[in-house]
């Protein structure tokens, strides 16, 4: 289940992340294009060389993603801030959460993958970890919230079109082309970050995997 767990969230980031990276290749060069299948490859390569060379190596990469991901989201908040109208929070359909939202709540336990990279990463220090794993999930839970408030804030649900709801979209058309760039922006470092973490946790999986075998392996002793 941990394995399966995991190849799920690889294969989805790499099909997002491919997906990204055509997109940007094109608006960068204006004539260079790239299909999305070239750039998953392209995005999945680079993240396992990173995970083979180690958690100390992912972590440096990682702290670049979250800083950008950091910068991103408040610039995005400072832009679009002036649009938010608290009379349109009143108006969602909350309950519409469920129970749609429970495949949402399944995914967001694939952030806990990382739990025995973390662990191995702090030499077996259960305090440390414990710190790690619940500061690590309070500030996403803090931005999600904000970005949730932000977003459903700008939207009023009377008026709104539910077939161009998605995020970029709309952002574009309040704070322009700048907004749009820094969501961009944030997707991707967003994505990279995660793929960090779950690229290392199934590199550690294998790794573990493979020593248990040959552990239990009367013809390796």
């Known amino acids: 289940m941990?394995?399966?767990?995991?190849t799920a969230i690889v294969v989805a980031y790499t099909a997002e992340g491919g997906q990204l990276i055509a997109q940007v290749a094109k608006e960068v060069t204006d004539t260079t294009t790239i299909s999305p299948t070239v750039g998953s490859f392209l995005f999945a390569s680079c993240f396992a060389s990173f995970a083979i060379a180690g958690t100390s190596r992912v972590d440096i990469i990682n702290r670049v993603?979250?800083?950008?991901?950091?910068?991103?989201?408040i610039g995005i908040v400072m832009q679009i801030s002036a649009s938010i109208?608290?009379?349109n929070l009143s108006h969602a359909d909350w309950s519409a959460v469920y129970p749609a939202g429970i495949s949402i709540g399944i995914l967001s336990f694939?952030?806990?993958?990382?739990v025995p990279t973390i662990l191995q990463y702090l030499n077996y220090d259960p305090e440390k970890t414990q710190k790690a794993i619940l500061l690590g999930s309070l500030i996403p839970l803090f931005l999600y919230t904000i970005w949730e408030l932000v977003f459903l804030g700008i939207i009023d649900v009377s008026t709104a079109d539910s077939?161009?709801?998605e995020a970029i979209s709309v952002l574009g058309k309040i704070g322009g082309t700048t907004v749009t760039d820094l969501v961009e922006l944030f997707s991707i470092c967003a994505i990279g970050s995660s793929m960090a973490g779950a690229s290392v946790s199934l590199v550690d999986f294998f790794v573990d995997a493979i020593n248990l075998l040959l552990k239990d392996d009367p013809e390796s002793k």
């Open 163 to 165: 077939n161009s709801m």
């Open 2 to 6: 941990f394995w399966f767990l995991l």
């Open 85 to 87: 109208s608290v009379s």
């Open 65 to 73: 993603f979250v800083l950008g991901l950091v910068a991103t989201f």
């Open 110 to 114: 694939g952030a806990q993958n990382v």
